[in-house]
């Protein structure tokens, strides 16, 4: 008998046990009840793509896309712990960017480590008047000078690495371009990435980001209070003081770099450089090299646009070194640019926003959607991107989209419908920057080699990213068979303009 009492204690034990976990998860998966009438993504499905480490631009294509392309403006997601209305409509993204007083920046949560290492008193994360005050210093420091001598530098070291060519790591490379980039042109200090591999600094930032990556601590960002990483807390601790020491030797041996002008203004303190200081490593390093990951990649897959866009670098620089002027000479670039930054955006969607008041959002078809107050909204870049709607055939590359019908000059695009720099008041502010940085090495890539993708290449049927939990769409393991080449105007026999958009 009373091992059957026994025995009923257990079961009814269990299905206690069970039918708590159940209520936690309906209390934890569905969303609350002044968001229930927002068409919402299925959170299995979610769940199931976070675990697998599915990559951000996949499940966005896969969960998110149909909404868009059923007419719905905004779809909710179930992401760090939260819903979130992800904004799908460009109508809807330019409303909110443009109030940025309706719609300022979210306050981060304290429950991610990624806002440790980034911190919150920076341009991208502050509101109102600290924002201005921030914004008004990085762009007086962006505006003092535009390195291009310095990408031309950087990239004549980059080629001295390639040697005589080959099959190489071309997302790697890119990546080791960018940091020396924004470390002498931001900062004033060498990174020496480019010929040194391991390099400590860039070996510790990566372990970083890697392991603030898990992807169980992103989905349920509470643990970090429950069972705090204590080992990666001390790690992202020794990579912030090193950031703070590259700011002390900067006060004491100032040059030519941003870091430099920026300590010219009295407006900011130590914590808000150095937080300015880590934004601009991630941001000006990771999505540039993305972007140039990108570049390469599809002229890779488009030999005859890469034919084309050489031709069009050798008519505008000859033997010259890339400059202010010649780089204005370059429009099919300019376009194939833009192009791969719609195609593969680096950041799919922008830090979330929240305003203090219920809000009313109403899309270019007219659905409205009304949201109680401090509710988060993200604008998705890449659903926009790819929405049909707005663009024809969005997996195929296709620069003609931002040419003019004579084919010579870059053409105007809506501003709400291409943002892979967001949109109004607060789009990055390192916007020229990089795309200037973009045009000259690729400029020089183009004239000094040729490329093509081995023929085993995992990106043969497709560009694959790699797994990132950080909003970030960038090129996994892309290698690339670089030959080089002994162009001159001579060489090139083809019109500019003859491969037309439909060859």
Avoid at 113 to 138: F, Y
Avoid at 199 to 220: C, G, Q, R, W
Avoid at 299 to 322: I, N, S
Wanted: hydrophobic share 45%; net charge negative.
């Amino acid at each position: 008998m009373s091992t059957i009492v026994t025995a009923m204690q257990e079961h009814w034990v269990l299905l206690t046990a069970v039918g708590l976990l159940v209520i936690a998860c309906r209390r934890l998966f569905t969303p609350p009840p002044e968001l229930a009438h927002l068409p919402r993504v299925p959170v299995l499905p979610l769940l199931w793509s976070y675990f697998t480490g599915e990559v951000e631009d996949v499940r966005i294509k896969r969960l998110l896309l149909p909404f868009a392309e059923r007419g719905e403006g905004v779809v909710l997601v179930y992401a760090l712990g939260r819903w979130i209305v992800h904004v799908l409509d460009d109508k809807i993204a330019k409303d909110i960017s443009a109030d940025i007083v309706t719609w300022p920046k979210e306050e981060p949560p304290d429950d991610l480590l990624l806002w440790r290492l980034v911190g919150k008193t920076n341009v991208i994360l502050s509101n109102g008047i600290n924002w201005q005050r921030h914004s008004r210093v990085v762009k007086s420091a962006l505006q003092r000078n535009l390195p291009i001598e310095d990408f031309v530098n950087l990239a004549n070291r980059l080629f001295r690495v390639m040697g005589d060519g080959g099959k190489m790591q071309w997302d790697d490379l890119a990546m080791r371009f960018t940091l020396d980039a924004v470390g002498s042109t931001t900062f004033g200090w060498d990174f020496n990435s480019i010929e040194d591999t391991n390099t400590p600094f860039v070996k510790e930032y990566s372990h970083v980001m890697d392991s603030i990556a898990n992807p169980l601590y992103i989905v349920f960002p509470g643990l970090e209070r429950l069972i705090p990483r204590r080992d990666i807390i001390r790690k992202i601790d020794a990579l912030i003081a090193k950031f703070t020491n590259i700011l002390d030797q900067k006060k004491e041996n100032k040059g030519n770099d941003m870091l430099t002008y920026m300590l010219e203004e009295p407006e900011m303190s130590d914590v808000e450089f150095r937080d300015n200081m880590v934004v601009f490593f991630i941001a000006g390093h990771d999505t540039t090299a993305g972007a140039m990951s990108s570049l390469v990649y599809f002229f890779a897959k488009h030999p005859e646009m890469q034919v084309r866009a050489r031709a069009e670098v050798l008519a505008a620089m000859g033997t010259d070194e890339p400059n202010l002027d010649n780089l204005h000479d370059l429009p099919f670039i300019q376009a194939c640019i833009r192009e791969a930054l719609r195609i593969n955006t680096p950041i799919v969607y922008m830090v979330p926003r929240a305003s203090a008041r219920p809000a009313e959002l109403v899309s270019a078809l007219g659905k409205r959607y009304v949201l109680p107050a401090n509710t988060s909204v993200i604008l998705n870049i890449c659903a926009i991107h790819y929405n049909p709607r707005y663009w024809p055939s969005p997996s195929s590359f296709k620069p003609e989209r931002f040419m003019n019908r004579d084919d010579k000059e870059i053409a105007h695009v809506d501003a709400g419908l291409w943002m892979p720099f967001a949109l109004g008041p607060r789009q990055c502010p390192a916007r020229n920057f990089a795309l200037y940085e973009m045009r000259t090495l690729i400029s020089m890539l183009l004239r000094e080699w040729e490329w093509e993708l081995p023929a085993d290449s995992p990106h043969m049927d497709g560009l694959k990213n790699g797994f990132s939990p950080f909003a970030l769409s960038l090129p996994k393991n892309m290698d690339v068979v670089f030959r080089r080449g002994n162009f001159s105007r001579s060489d090139v026999k083809m019109d500019l303009h003859s491969i037309g958009p439909d060859q």
